[in-house]
Nanobody, 122 residues
Framework: QVQLVESGGGLVQAGESLRLDCAASGSIFSINTMGWYRQAPGKQRELVAVITSDGRTNYADSVKGRFTISRHNAANTVYLQMNSLKPEDTAIYYC????????????????WGQGTQVTVSS
């Protein structure tokens, strides 16, 4: 029932910018946190940025000062503004949501988007 759909990836040169969007849809009671992870070839998936329902954010040290995460709660949407992109930012970026499906249960489930490719050339 729940689906996360990312958009905004692409091919850019170093120093340029991209904005990634992710919209969650389906039978959702509430979303506790939304965030972005990335996975480069040969590496483990790592957290890029996360934002809570009340707007608190955390960033990986490698992107701090360059990337900005934000969300529109009413639309269940999260954004990642990526500035001053570097070749080492090249990866598949995945949207993540930790959400509740029911008012009657406190269980939190993690959902992932399909991923969007970001490639930064020198």
């Amino acid at each position: 029932q729940v689906q996360l759909v990312e958009s905004g990836g692409g091919l850019v040169q170093a120093g340029e910018s991209l904005r990634l969007d992710c919209a969650a849809s389906g039978s959702i009671f509430s979303i506790n946190t939304m965030g972005w992870y990335r996975q480069a070839p040969g590496k483990q998936r790592e957290l890029v940025a996360v934002i809570t329902s009340d707007g608190r954010t955390n960033y990986a040290d490698s992107v701090k000062g360059r990337f900005t995460i934000s969300r529109h709660n009413a639309a269940n949407t999260v954004y990642l503004q990526m500035n001053s992109l570097k070749p080492e930012d090249t990866a598949i970026y995945y949207c993540k949501a930790d959400l509740r499906l029911s008012h009657y249960s406190d269980s939190v489930f993690r959902y992932w988007g399909q991923g969007t490719q970001v490639t930064v050339s020198s």
